[in-house]
């Protein structure tokens, strides 16, 4: 049995057009029968960071509930938004505004990549040297990582090395992503800059993960992440106005999108592991084991012993990795930050807000990652109501005009959202909770 995700009123709600064609609106499921020197790199730089956001790669959005940084505001003479479709907001082109290194580093990451792929150590690491790596050094040098030590060394080796290596500037590039949409959200001034190296560095390593999401065998879900990322980044470009250095969003629109792109970032992350995990292949483990680093600080204060406990089946005898074991330690994770947005709304006031709206979204996002799980495990889980009462709650949050059916659609995904925590162990539906050891 194959599940296809597709844009369609849940009955009971009033229909809302979308900002784009992939933001979520009424989203529910059809069941289908189908089962350089170093002088030049510190240059260099010093030359990217006001496009390259200020951080080292981890969490830096809305997810969790000590986040300090709220959404950037638009400016005071801004009109009035609601989140309704109100066209391009700007006539700059999506991605035009990327960094010139990240550009001429994009093209390379592909040509590293197959390299890796047929074992070819000398091509890989001539596939590495020149742009790619000067942006990777970049990145390191702005994110205070290391990445281009481990990749330069793992490029001296063959198979789980050279699998390694290729996967390493895949998350330096998934890191730069968030990096960069975080920026945004966080006041970047030139937000066309920061929005366009998002999609610059999704183009390069984020849509070929995704790509591969969507055609992994171990779920019935048939998934369009790539698309549901590029559409994203379409619809939140859009929103973008003013001129640099005053730029501003229409929050509405702009920030769900950013939610829509990373939180699907994650989505696609976590399948290719768990495929990769299935195969019980030593060079498919290691690139396992890298990838997970673009998810691992999802775990931290969800499941934190989940983090040791990934990194060690990854790390050992790949013949006896049990993928459905990777897959609940990392739904653990994302099904507490599922849960925990079926009521944030609510629970912080902020219906009918921005940032309420933001949550929901995120949330949404969320439930379409633990999809394929909670099927597998709650025996009674309903697809197309779970999806269709999420999109339903987003816009229940968006407009505020009904508390009482509100309130009924958020204990709903919240009692399905539990059922899957509880199937996977949690001692007590939460939304915040750590797991202990």
Known sequence: MTFIFSHCLAPGFSPVKPAHARLPGRLFLIMLFNIPSRMHTRLLAFVLLPALACGSGGDTT????????????????????????????????????????????????????????????????????????????????????????????????????????????????????????????????????????????????????????????????????????????????????????????????????????????????????????????????????????????????????????????LGGDPAAIDAQVILAELDIAFAKRTRRYCSAAIDDGEVATPAGHEGAVEGNTYAKLILPGLLARVADADPQAYLGEWGGYVDLVRTGMDEAALAAVSTRIADQTCAYQIALGVAACTGEADETE
């Open 62 to 313: 809305t997810d969790d509930a000590t986040d300090t940084t709220g959404p950037a505001t638009t400016g005071a003479t801004d009109p009035p938004t609601t989140g309704a479709p109100e066209g391009d907001l700007n006539d700059r082109e999506l991605g035009a505004a990327a960094s010139a290194a990240c550009l001429a580093a994009a093209p390379k990451v592909a040509q590293l990549t197959a390299a890796a792929d047929a074992g070819d150590a000398a091509a890989a690491a001539a596939a590495y040297a020149g742009p790619l790596q000067t942006y990777v050094q970049a990145l390191d040098a702005a994110h205070e990582r290391t990445d281009d030590t481990e990749i330069s060394a793992w490029l001296q080796g063959g198979g789980p090395a050279l699998a390694a290596a290729a996967a390493r500037v895949h998350v330096a590039f998934a890191a730069q992503f968030r990096a960069s949409l975080a920026a945004v959200e966080e006041g970047a001034e030139d937000k066309y800059a920061a929005w366009d190296e998002a999609h610059c560095t999704f183009e390069a390593a984020v849509r070929p993960l995704a790509v591969e999401a969507d055609s992994v065998t171990w779920h019935a879900v048939d998934e369009t992440i790539a698309d549901d990322i590029a559409g994203a980044l379409a619809a939140g470009h859009d929103a973008i106005q003013g001129e640099p250095p005053a730029t501003s969003l229409d929050e509405w629109r702009a920030l769900p999108s950013k939610q829509i792109a990373e939180k699907s970032l994650y989505r696609a992350t976590q399948r290719v592991i768990v495929e990769l995990a299935g195969k019980q292949e030593e060079v498919a483990a290691r690139r396992a084991l890298e990838l997970f680093a673009i998810v691992e600080d999802r775990l931290e204060g969800r499941n934190t012993p989940g983090i040791a406990q990934v990194k060690a089946i």
